[in-house]
């Protein structure tokens, strides 16, 4: 199905692991972007991607690495996890028009829970 | 900086109940402005956007005008229904700096009871 699909939707990992939250679109969209939403915080950006191999930093990126070797992936990792990433992370995406407007499609998200 | 404000919930209200939530925001510039909703275990979608001042979006009976003096965006709907339970997220962009810079209020949880 077309879209933007999220993997795992649900995870539970312990302190100092490493967890990789994978994102996956299909409409060939440029941009994409990593948020994670937590109570009394909102939304995020963690990292964005304008393009295959073109990452920058979003508000709060300490923690986490990406890359984007194709333009339909844009996997997160959290190389050494703690108990403050427990979050819901989000994945999205927009083609060059809906970054200029802030029109984003959204993934269903990947709730992660870090003992 | 930029920031939105929302007001905060959780909001509850009976089937076909009027519906404000109020959204009040800070720019530099001319930003547009959206409410994004997210249903329960899903992502957030767009439900509706203005562009410039005093434009009104509107999207499955809501509304919402921009009102640059008075910096609101705020949302409408005259005839709640169960299924419009979800979270509303207030955001705005400024032009030429990108979805990268959208920047989200902190939510709105509203409940229908039927």
């Known amino acids: 199905d077309a879209g933007i699909t999220q993997s795992p939707r649900y995870k539970i990992t312990e302190t100092g692991r490493q967890v990789t939250l994978m994102c996956h679109q299909t409409?060939?969209?440029?941009?994409m972007f990593w948020y994670r939403q937590d109570l009394g915080h909102g939304l995020r950006l963690i990292y964005y991607?304008?393009?295959?191999?073109?990452?920058d930093k979003g508000e709060v990126p300490d923690g986490y690495v990406v890359s984007r070797s194709k333009t339909e992936n844009f996997p997160l990792t959290l190389e050494s996890a703690t108990r403050s990433q427990t979050s819901v992370y989000f994945c999205?995406?927009?083609?060059?028009?809906?970054?200029?407007?802030?029109?984003?499609?959204f993934g269903e998200g990947s709730r992660l829970t870090v003992l | 900086g930029n920031s939105v404000t929302q007001m905060e919930g959780p909001v509850t209200l009976s089937e076909e109940a009027f519906l404000t939530i109020n959204c009040t925001y800070t720019?530099?510039?001319?930003?547009?402005l959206f409410w994004y909703v997210q249903y329960p275990g899903e992502g957030l979608q767009l439900l509706l956007k203005?562009?410039?001042?005093?434009d009104k979006g509107s999207n499955k009976g809501f509304e919402a005008t921009y009102r640059k003096e008075t910096t609101s965006f705020h949302l409408e709907k005259g005839s709640v229904q169960v299924s419009d339970s979800a979270v509303y997220f207030c955001?705005?962009?400024?032009?030429?700096?990108?979805?990268?810079?959208?920047?989200f209020g902190q939510g709105t949880r509203l409940t229908i009871n039927p």
């Open positions: 999205a995406s927009s083609d060059w028009a809906g970054s200029n407007t802030g029109e984003l499609f």
């Open positions: 409409w060939s969209h440029s941009y």
């Open positions: 991607s304008a393009a295959a191999d073109i990452t």
């Open positions: 720019a530099t510039g001319y930003p547009s």
């Open positions: 203005a562009t410039k001042a005093d």
């Open positions: 955001a705005l962009s400024l032009p030429r700096e990108g979805a990268q810079k959208l920047v």
